[in-house]
């Protein structure tokens, strides 16, 4: 698979922001900040509690799309969240390689923000399948993933979880084929 292009490696922004906290308020204005090579230099992340929610609700959408397990599902939830996006595609260079971006440079970030990750989302689904996207199976996470391995065999948000996971499988059957003995009377 070919994660490349700017439609591809959005897809990446879309998974962060399904799985960032949500807890602080203005967690919004410091995930822009945090990922502000996505959007045009000097755009303003103040953003106001409006459109703070509707950032989650962009979150809560793009959950939505990789917990779905059947492509009705996905499609209903693809296109609610498309539906907030407004796509004015142009072509940019700005880091020295010809491609093209989905928000008009000049919408607010909110706009860009929304229109990136419902534009990268779907093009992902649409060219490499919905079953691409997960949710990590490790005991007390709940984060989503895409899986770009070539066999798609992905089952954890990161390393960290798929380790964290495998010690505790390894201990569990520690357990069962060697229980401890009894209390000698
Ligand atoms: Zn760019
Ligand atoms: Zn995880």
Redesign the pocket.
């Known amino acids: 698979m070919d994660y490349d292009t ?1 439609g591809s490696s959005a897809i990446e922004l879309a998974i962060e922001l399904a799985n960032v906290e949500r807890t602080e308020p203005e967690w919004a204005r410091a995930f822009l900040s945090a990922h502000d ?2 959007f045009t230099p000097g755009t303003s992340f103040e953003l106001s509690p409006g459109e703070t929610h509707r950032a989650a609700t962009t979150a809560e959408l793009v959950r939505a799309v990789a917990l779905a397990e059947a492509q009705d599902d996905v499609l209903a939830r693809l296109n609610e969240l498309l539906a907030l996006a407004r796509p004015r595609p142009y072509a ?1 260079d ?2 020295g ?1 010809l ?3 989905f928000a008009r440079p000049d919408a607010p970030a909110l706009e860009q923000l929304t229109t990136t990750v419902a534009m990268g989302l779907s093009q992902v689904v649409v060219q490499h399948g919905w079953q691409r996207l997960g949710v990590c199976s490790a005991e007390g996470c709940d984060d989503v993933y895409v899986d770009t391995s070539r066999n798609a065999s992905r089952r954890y948000c990161s390393n960290t979880c798929a380790s964290r996971s495998t010690v505790a499988a390894y201990r569990a059957r520690r357990k069962e084929e060697d229980p401890v003995p009894p209390n000698p009377r």
């Open positions: 700017y090579e996505w940019t700005h880091d390689e491609h093209l971006h």
